[in-house]
Nanobody, 115 residues
Framework: QVQLVESGGGLVQAGGSLRLSCAAS????????MGWYRQAPGKQRELVAA???????NYADSVKGRFSISRVNAKNTVYLQMNSLKPEDTAVYYC?????????WGQGTQVTVSS
């Protein structure tokens, strides 16, 4: 079955950087759309960044210019490079795959940005 495993979260000071990874298995990664979402306490889950099978990307306005999504199909992995982190970026970050008409989610990784 499809599995998504996120890694790379942690605690970082404001202005710092982190790179999240999401390793996929049980699917043909190259034909899937991939995305990163986040959910802060008491808030709804929101889209952070997405990348299509054709490498078209889109970003939430709040992260444009600071975050970058990329994928390496040979490694079945999607990345989220996060720079200039702010305390308001603190959340659980989830990877999502849009594959053959269904959505699949990872278990999430915590990102905490201290001021």
């Amino acid at each position: 079955q499809v599995q998504l495993v996120e890694s790379g979260g942690g605690l970082v000071q404001a202005g710092g950087s982190l790179r999240l990874s999401c390793a996929a298995s049980g699917m043909i990664f190259s034909i899937s759309g991939m995305g990163w979402y986040r959910q802060a306490p008491g808030k709804q889950r929101e889209l952070v960044a997405a990348i299509t099978r054709g490498d078209t990307t889109n970003y939430a306005d709040s992260v444009k210019g600071r975050f970058s999504i990329s994928r390496v199909n040979a490694k079945n992995t999607v990345y989220l490079q996060m720079n200039s982190l702010k305390p308001e970026d603190t959340a659980v970050y989830y990877c999502r795959a849009d594959y053959l008409g269904r959505n699949y989610w990872g278990q999430g990784t915590q990102v905490t940005v201290s001021s």
